[in-house]
């Protein structure tokens, strides 16, 4: 049976999520790829790596529900019997409403999959990879956002909300664990061309934003894959509670 270190990657069947599994998969790890509603795209993923000698599975759940992420975790303790690292990559926007116009589902439902799951899925990997449980460490890696810096001001300021909630649990669980072999970081990606845009109604917001960007692109999935996989690597060994911009400048 194989011992390499196994990674768990919430929404990892599309966009930043499933560039992260093709590379941790490439880079040595055994990857559990995560995903809400998309089983062939997460399928799709877990074939590549496959096709190329890795070790990858698929499991369903959806972050926004407690029971679901208790029974993904278990699906993993299952299938690999250990868990490494978790990437908190899995995270909505909504429809462009100024804030005088949003109605609390839409707000409840933003913050319930990109703060609470984020949170209860770290609480899930501290229980396996901390010392204070007899764990060997580990590394967790949230994706937040530009947003949390910039507000998102007439598209989604809920959005920028739960990922400034993101930068803030990062430091603290980050103090919180560090003495218990668990290192904690985040990554705040740009404008990085994924379908995220167009479950926003934007589909060609990516392209149309560049000329904001300092250097005059949009990023794509594999640039903050390769920053979510240093903070993964024991290269970052000595890094815990920092938040890597990875935005072209912006
Ligand atoms: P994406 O292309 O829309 O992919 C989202 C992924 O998350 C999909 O795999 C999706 O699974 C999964 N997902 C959505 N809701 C979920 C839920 N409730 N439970 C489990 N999985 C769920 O988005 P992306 O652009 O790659 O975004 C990934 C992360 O980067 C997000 O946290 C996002 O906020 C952040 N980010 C993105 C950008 C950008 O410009 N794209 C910028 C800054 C930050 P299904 O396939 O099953 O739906």
């Known amino acids: 049976m194989s011992d390499a270190p196994v990674v768990l990657v919430t929404g990892g069947s599309r966009g930043i999520g499933a560039a992260v599994c093709r590379l ?5 790890w055994r990857v559990a790829v995560n995903y809400a509603s998309s089983r062939q ?5 877990v074939a590549a790596i496959t096709e190329a000698g890795g070790e990858a599975v698929a499991i369903q759940g959806d972050v926004g529900t407690a029971a679901d992420i208790v029974a993904m975790f278990a699906a993993v303790d299952r299938h690999f019997g250990r ?3 978790l990437v908190n990559n899995a995270g ?15 707000i409840e439902r933003m913050l319930r999959v990109n703060v609470t799951g984020s949170i209860l899925c770290a ?3 501290v229980r396996r990879m901390s010392s204070r449980y007899s764990g060997r460490g580990g590394a967790i890696v949230n994706v937040s956002s530009m947003a949390a810096i910039l507000g998102s001001a007439t598209q989604y300021v809920d959005y920028a909300a739960s990922k400034a909630a993101i930068d803030t649990f990062t430091i603290g669980l980050a103090r919180e664990v560090a003495a218990e072999g668990i290192r904690v970081n985040a990554v705040r990606p740009g404008i990085i061309e994924t379908d995220l845009h167009a479950s926003g109604g934007l589909p060609d917001r990516a392209r149309e934003m560049a ?3 300092p250097m005059q692109r949009p990023g794509t999935a594999e640039e903050v894959a390769d920053a979510i996989l240093y903070l993964l690597s024991p290269s970052a060994s000595y890094v815990t509670g ?4 990875v935005s072209g400048g912006r």
């Open 41 to 45: 795209a997460a399928e799709a993923v």
């Open 123 to 125: 609480g899930e990997a």
């Open 83 to 85: 868990l490494d690292g």
């Open 24 to 28: 941790a998969a490439r880079q040595g």
């Open 92 to 106: 909505i926007v909504d429809y462009p409403q100024r804030v005088d116009e949003m109605a609390i589902e839409r």
């Open 211 to 213: 000329p904001s960007v």
């Open 242 to 245: 920092a938040i890597l911009n």
